[in-house]
């Protein structure tokens, strides 16, 4: 009688059908792969009540190296395999192990060795050759021996899941931060190419004014005598004009560096946007007149919005003044302040070029460039729409452009009421 029996009459035989209804996470999955039936049948009795780790196991039964393959085609995660050798040849259970470490790449699973006939797979020369994790001869593996290699096995199994998911754990971790740091480095770059952006388009745009008003100064200073009272005040009327394009310029790039690191300070309260509307339209409307442009005005006499009156400010300013930077002579510029229900919306049309496709795709950019020119010889920075985005966002609110090509367009910024 095989010694795995002895003192294993009373116990009830496993009963897989429950086991395999279980989470395979809560059972360890053992694979007999033996074509002696009895084997099967003492193993199963032996293992009846065994837990490690609190959890049970799950015994599958293979009778053939190749019905073997099929299990564990279907089933990956074995934990230990109960092999044995000679089976429908001398050296099944061995070409097995190569099918299971070579082909299968498998090399969580642990497998015991076990075989009646010992003279056909020597002991050290199969250890020495293949990758095995133990081996038994039937007759040797008694009860409590089996119990302690099943124990062991199902130890070093678990040890190995556990290094495989920290070493899993660890290759996120560094995937992570790789893309963090790829990331970072793209970043790097754009801020590197928007700095190189910045100072050329700072060194560009403020050389010729620089450049004009020392001609203009030098001129006023050595030939003074020769130019009329007028000509004097031409010059000193083109020194100031160049003195408020640098201005300008200036003013817009510590604006939008400001914003991009935070250094904004805004008050959001409620206030009458009517007053500074109505200021503004009145500021540009000689500037829109010396241009043959008329302005045309719809403001409430009161209209509470929720925003920085300063911030608020600069934002219309900046959008009147573009619309009558564009507009041809002889066109009308149109600024309406609408009460909504819940919002209010400044609106400035024009009767300009419009935009195409291309232009509104990078209307809000820094540095952005449009097809459009300004009518009347003006100066653009390229800042200005930019700094209007991050300005109205920073007070909660919207703005966009609506717009055709040769249809003018339609600036709208939309804010809380309050």
């Known amino acids: ?211 004009g008003i020392r001609n203009l100064a030098e001129m006023l200073l050595y030939n003074r005598e020769e130019l009329s009272a007028e000509q004097q005040r031409e010059f000193l009327a083109q020194i100031i004009n160049s003195s408020e394009r640098m201005f300008e310029l200036v003013t817009n790039l510590l604006d939008i560096n400001a914003i991009e690191q935070n250094g904004i300070s805004l008050n959001l309260t409620s206030l009458d946007a009517a007053p500074i509307v109505r200021m503004l339209a009145e500021l540009y409307a000689h500037r829109a007149e010396q241009k043959h442009i008329s302005l045309k005005t719809e403001i409430p006499a009161v209209v509470r919005i929720t925003a920085d009156e300063i911030a608020f400010q600069q934002v219309v300013d900046n959008i009147l003044s573009n619309a009558i930077k564009y507009s041809p002579q002889g066109k009308t510029v149109y600024l309406r302040v609408i009460q909504q229900k819940d919002t209010v919306r400044i609106e400035v049309q024009d009767e300009g070029p419009g935009l195409s496709d291309a232009d509104k795709e990078k209307l809000f950019e820094k540095f952005a460039r449009l097809s459009a020119r300004p009518t009347g010889g003006e100066h653009s920075t390229g800042l200005g729409l930019s700094i209007v985005k991050r300005m109205v966002e920073a007070m909660q609110g919207r703005v966009w452009c609506e717009s055709e090509l040769g249809q003018g367009a339609c600036f709208v910024v939309e804010f809380a009421s309050r």
Not at 167 to 191: A, F, P, Y
């Open 1 to 211: 009688m095989n010694t795995l029996a002895t003192d294993f009459d009373s116990l009830e035989l496993l009963d897989d059908s429950k086991h395999n209804t279980q989470n395979g996470e809560n059972v360890w999955k053992l694979l007999i792969i033996d074509d002696d039936e009895e084997i099967h049948t003492v193993t199963r009795y032996a293992l009846a009540s065994y837990l490690f780790e609190q959890k049970a196991i799950q015994i599958e039964s293979a009778f053939s190296a190749k019905e073997g393959r099929g299990i564990l085609a279907k089933i990956p995660d074995i934990s230990v395999i109960l092999l044995d050798v000679v089976m429908e040849t001398p050296d099944a259970g061995l070409r097995l192990v190569e099918h299971i470490r070579g082909e299968l790449n498998n090399e969580f699973v642990r497998i015991i060795l076990r075989t009646g006939q010992p003279g056909e797979a020597p002991e050290y020369e199969v250890i020495r050759a293949f990758d095995i994790n133990d081996y038994k001869s039937k007759t040797e593996l008694t009860n409590v021996k089996l119990l302690t290699s099943i124990t062991s096995a199902l130890r070093s199994f678990s040890d190995i899941i556990q290094l495989d998911n920290l070493r899993k754990n660890l290759e996120r971790l560094v995937e992570q931060r790789t893309e963090q740091l790829r990331r970072q480095n793209e970043q790097l770059l754009e801020l590197n190419q928007e700095k190189n952006e910045f100072l050329g388009i700072a060194a560009h745009d403020m050389k010729n004014p620089l450049g």
